[in-house]
T-cell receptor, first 118, second 113 residues
């Protein structure tokens, strides 16, 4: 058990719908990351938050958004869902401290949310 | 961005055999992690190893940062070792890159009884 929790574990929905994935980081971790794993794109970084603020964006679609709340949990919102959004979505957390060239720590991954869009 | 290449893409072993998985990366890194993704999809941390050598039971890893590669050794393999092994790297924290991990394509390992 990594200490990172994600809900729900599985999600089945229809095209055009909107869903929210939730992540609780490990106790004490201030950085939260979202990754997407799909068959054709592999494991890709989507977005990072640090202590409530967006820190970096990867290949995240405009239909997707995320936020990190004061209690440090994070939510990933996926809207206008398409068949191609079906994937495994992982949340990870670390204690990474921002700052140019700063040391980076282990990222711990949650169990993932498996999304199926029909 | 940084490129990560893993080899071999597929590996089939008999139980008890040893194996070496390789990860090459194109730039200096501040973080390198090895993961095992089990058949249920869980990503399990194996090592955090931006440089040096570490061992954990039958697994060990070595990263030679100056030559930009890392190796994962699995000894006396067991059927439960089956799954996909990923190498992931991050460069130094950047203003726009944060500390994102870039993953390789993975090595699919099958251990037969």
């Amino acid at each position: 058990d990594s200490g990172v929790t994600q809900t729900p574990k599985h999600l089945i929905t229809a095209t055009g719908q909107r869903v929210t994935l939730r992540c609780s980081p490990r106790s004490g971790d201030l950085s939260v990351y979202w990754y997407q794993q799909s068959l054709d794109q592999g494991l890709q970084f989507l977005i990072q938050y640090y202590n409530g603020e967006e820190r970096a964006k990867g290949n995240i679609l405009e239909r997707f958004s995320a936020q990190q709340f004061p209690d440090l949990h994070s939510e990933l919102n996926l809207s206008s869902l398409e068949l191609g959004d079906s994937a495994l979505y992982f949340c990870a957390s670390s204690v990474s401290t921002p700052g140019w060239g700063s040391r980076q720590e282990t990222q711990y991954f949650g169990p993932g949310t498996r999304l199926l869009v029909l | 961005g940084i490129q990560v290449e893993q080899s071999p893409p597929d590996l089939i072993l008999q139980e008890g055999a040893n194996s070496t998985l390789r990860c090459n990366f194109s730039d200096s890194v501040n973080n390198l992690q090895w993961f095992h993704q089990n058949p249920w999809g869980q990503l399990i941390n194996l090592f955090y190893i931006p440089s040096g050598t570490k061992q954990n039971g039958r697994l060990s890893a070595t990263t030679v940062a100056t030559e930009r590669y890392s190796l994962l050794y699995i000894s006396s393999s067991q059927t439960t070792d089956s799954g996909v092994y990923f190498c992931a790297v991050a460069t130094k924290w950047g203003e726009t890159s944060g500390s994102r991990l870039t993953f390789g394509e993975g090595t699919q390992l099958t251990v037969n009884p």
